[in-house]
């Protein structure tokens, strides 16, 4: 068994005969899930490599067929109820790619933000989010696609407010359920 980690990571024993993972495939699989567990209502640290299709059925490490997870979603993979399966695991992973070729550092923070209230308040239809004035344009994409609005500024207001509009909460729990993100209509830029 050869020992198996890097930098924020979490060591992981491997079969010796298994070849490690590539180190510029372990940085696009960090960058791509922001270095942090890929499952969106997750997000921990440390992480592991893992294979959406197990190592013993391709007995190859390729970008398509990898995901970051944190030990207790790891521990979580599986096809018993409760557990994260494969199908899941594709989803997050095609769903990561749609947010982060999309949205920017702020606008996928509050995607994270709203879906943790709507774990929380389920019933939830008007969370505002209060951001430092000017900053519209960090979250332009949102409110280009429809799913962020901007509020009335009240006289003098020192802050922008926003919330998400009723196609934004279609996006978040989806975004957050691991289901198809491309069903989603974007407004044309």
């Known amino acids: 068994m050869t020992h198996d980690h890097s930098v924020g990571t979490y060591p ?52 398509d067929n990898m995901i970051v997870l944190c030990p207790t979603c790891h521990a979580r993979k599986g096809d018993r109820p409760g557990q994260i399966d494969r199908k899941s695991l594709r989803q997050y992973k095609a769903n990561l790619a749609t947010v982060n070729g999309r949205y920017g550092d702020l606008e996928q923070r509050l ?28 979250v332009l994409f949102l409110i280009q696609d429809g ?21 934004g909460r279609d996006f978040v729990e989806r975004w957050s359920s691991a289901l198809p993100l491309d069903e989603v209509t974007f407004a044309e830029d």
């Open 12 to 63: 992981r024993f491997m079969p010796a005969e298994r070849p490690a993972i590539p180190v510029e495939l372990r940085r696009r699989l960090l960058v791509e899930a922001g270095h942090r567990c890929a499952i969106p209502t997750c997000r921990q640290t440390p992480v592991e490599f893992e294979h959406i299709e197990e190592w013993a059925k391709v007995q190859e490490h390729s970008f």
């Open 111 to 138: 995607i994270w933000l709203y879906a943790n209230a709507l774990r929380r308040y389920p019933d939830d239809i008007g969370t505002m989010f209060n951001l430092p004035l000017g900053s519209a344009i960090q």
């Open 147 to 167: 799913l962020l609005k901007q509020a009335d500024p009240a006289p003098n207001e020192a802050y922008l407010w926003v919330h998400f509009t009723e196609a």
